[in-house]
């Protein structure tokens, strides 16, 4: 079984850039999450997908984040201008009937 | 202010020694609660859940959560340097759209 894939595994962004994450989730699972994760902050829960309607836009994050699921296998978020402060850890999660969840690997961003 | 409290926020034992991490929510409207370990520079991967009062045991890991304080315990008997991470615990919402919530984690340092 595939688990959750995200691409790209890193990527640097000059402050003011659009970036885009992408992130396909494992076969069958509903529940799709997007985090953020700082050594200060931890895990910030970014945006919640459930069968494909959000759920959840994370509060904070509405202004420049933004997080789509375009099918049942694929998801981006964007990050519309980055800012220095974006700089972090990005994880996408999917959780099955069971409400076991898997992360994927993760995409570091450092935005300069 | 964090709903899932966890502590301590750090911890050494020696190699051979047992390590106990603390987790309590303070949400009363949550019934299960996993506990994640992230390795550094990889991605949180789930370790053990429970939902039932008493204990769970896996090996070398066991389990303890009383559901009237809401307190699980996570305990690692003939702790390994490879046990070395950063512990987290997530408790999950029983309304609405039972999503995830975690702690700040525990960072459990082993030493030979």
């Known amino acids: 079984d595939a688990g959750v894939t995200q691409t790209p595994r890193h990527e640097v962004a000059e402050k003011g850039q659009t970036i885009i994450l992408k992130c396909e989730p494992v076969s069958g699972h509903n529940d799709l999450f997007w985090y953020r994760q700082t050594k200060i902050q931890g895990l910030e829960l970014l945006s919640y997908?459930?069968?494909?309607?959000?759920?959840?836009d994370g509060g904070a994050f509405k202004d420049r984040f933004k997080a789509e699921m375009l099918n049942s296998s694929f998801s981006t978020l964007k990050i519309q201008p980055t800012e220095p402060k974006d700089s972090a850890v990005y994880l996408c999660?999917?959780?099955?009937?069971?409400?076991?969840?898997?992360f994927g690997p993760g995409t570091r961003l450092t935005v300069l | 202010q964090q709903k899932v409290q966890q502590s301590p926020e750090s911890l050494i034992v020696p190699e051979g020694g047992m390590a106990s991490l603390n987790c309590t929510s303070s949400?009363?409207?949550?019934?299960y609660f996993w506990w994640y370990r992230q390795h550094s520079g990889k991605s949180p991967k789930m370790l053990m859940s429970i939902f039932s009062n008493g204990e769970k045991e896996e090996g070398r890991f066991t389990v303890h959560l009383n559901k009237a304080s809401l307190h699980t315990s996570l305990h690692i008997r003939d702790s390994q340097p490879s046990d070395s991470a950063l512990y987290l615990c997530a408790a999950r919402g029983n309304t609405g759209n039972y999503k995830y919530v975690f702690g700040a984690g525990t960072r459990l340092k082993v030493i030979a």
């Open positions: 997908f459930r069968s494909k309607s959000l759920m959840e």
């Open positions: 999660a999917s959780r099955g009937d069971n409400y076991e969840q898997y």
């Open positions: 949400d009363r409207n949550v019934d």
